[in-house]
């Protein structure tokens, strides 16, 4: 058997894919029976979809493996807190089981500023589990920006 660890590190493979495209490197794995029914990456930029969010996308593949929307007894691995869509779309997926890696403080809804997860409103709920591999999640997302903001810079100075 898997540990959660495993999949978080398959989860990281996929965020790795997004950057190689130029994307945010944010991957997400679904699994269920210890099998992994789906994976996938941000495709923002390459869609020019604002819904092409790793967690949205892995959802959507799921449901097609499994013919149903509703996604019981599956487990989300994800490399980044999921935003408001995506926590949305879990609820509506009902996921029972969510485990993150970084936290996102300026839009993460799982737990950071606020969690949709667990709105005692809505008619399903998931656990949810931050900070698995934290370190290395983040690790790619600041390094992703750093690159970015550098790359800006030096663009700036050789249109000077």
Known sequence: METDEYYMKIAIEEAQKAEQLGEVPIGAVIVKNHQIIARAHNLRETMQQPTAHAEHLAIERAADVLGSWRLEDCTLFVTLEPCVMCAGTIVMSRIP??????????????????????????????????????????????????????????????IQ
């Open 97 to 158: 089981s969510i485990k993150y890696g970084a936290a996102d403080p300026k839009g993460g809804c799982s737990g950071s500023l606020m969690n949709l997860l667990n709105q005692p409103n809505f008619n399903h709920r998931a656990q949810v589990e931050s900070g698995l591999l934290e370190a290395e999640c983040g690790n790619l997302l600041r390094k992703f920006f750093k690159n970015l903001r550098e790359k800006k810079k030096s663009d700036k100075r050789a």
